[in-house]
Every structure is written in C-alpha cells, then in structure tokens.
C-alpha cells in the first residue's frame, strides 16, 4: 500500500487547510496516523484515527483539527481549522496494520508514509 498526501499550502492564520492521505491498493489498518514536523524540530504527533472508530489528537491541535475517513475513496482527510503561525511544517501520514512496540504516538510505530505535505501559516 502506498500512501499519497496532499492539499497543503499557504494561509493566514485563522483560516482551514484540509489534508488528504489517499491510500492505493486494499488498505486495512489498525491506525493512520498525522504527524508534522517544523524545521529543525523532530517529528511529532498530530491525531490518530483508529480503525474502530476512534479519535485522539495532540493538545496543542485539540479543537481544531479532526481526523475523518472515507472508506469508499481509502482516504483520510486532517481538517484543520483555526491555523497558528506554530502550525507550520510538512504534515506526513503513516499507517500501521499491526500493533508494534512503540506507542501508537511514536513515529517509530510506523513504516508506511506518505510523502509529506507543506503547511504554512503566515501571521
């Protein structure tokens, strides 16, 4: 399965960006994942969606960003409202159709990536 992330760019603070992470191929996981990461920082947890339905997010992004999945179109979408000039970095999807040794948090967790997508939020 390889992943495909898109939708990024620039905007102005306040405003909504929405991520997509298209999967090709059969795609059954047990989480996809959001991360980011700003330069010269490490990569860090985003939201998580699990395949049972449920949802978790940083608190940093709480509020403001769902995870949502199209099962039909094998996308999950990040939407993110109320952007923060500290929102700005390339937001990577990962997905795991397994359990692992790290948390579920952890990007060590995960081998399957997508590419990356560039978020800016000017001030």
């Known amino acids: 399965v390889q992943l495909q992330a898109s939708g990024g760019g620039l905007v102005q603070a306040g405003g909504s960006l929405r991520l997509s992470c298209a999967a090709s191929?059969?795609?059954?996981?047990?989480?996809v994942t959001w991360f980011r990461q700003a330069p010269g920082k490490e990569r860090e947890f985003v939201g998580i969606?699990?395949?049972?339905?449920?949802?978790y997010y940083a608190d940093s992004v709480k509020g403001r960003f769902t995870v949502s999945r199209d099962s039909v179109k094998n996308t999950i979408y990040l939407q993110m409202n109320n952007l923060k000039p500290e929102d700005t970095a390339v937001y990577y999807c990962?997905?795991?159709?397994?359990?692992?040794?790290?948390?579920?948090?952890?990007?060590?967790?995960?081998?399957?990536w997508g590419q990356g997508t560039q978020v800016t939020v000017s001030s």
């Open positions: 191929g059969t795609f059954v996981y047990d989480r």
């Open positions: 969606s699990w395949s049972r339905g449920a949802a």
């Open positions: 990962a997905a795991a159709s397994r359990g692992s040794s790290y948390s579920d948090y952890d990007p060590q967790g995960y081998t399957n």
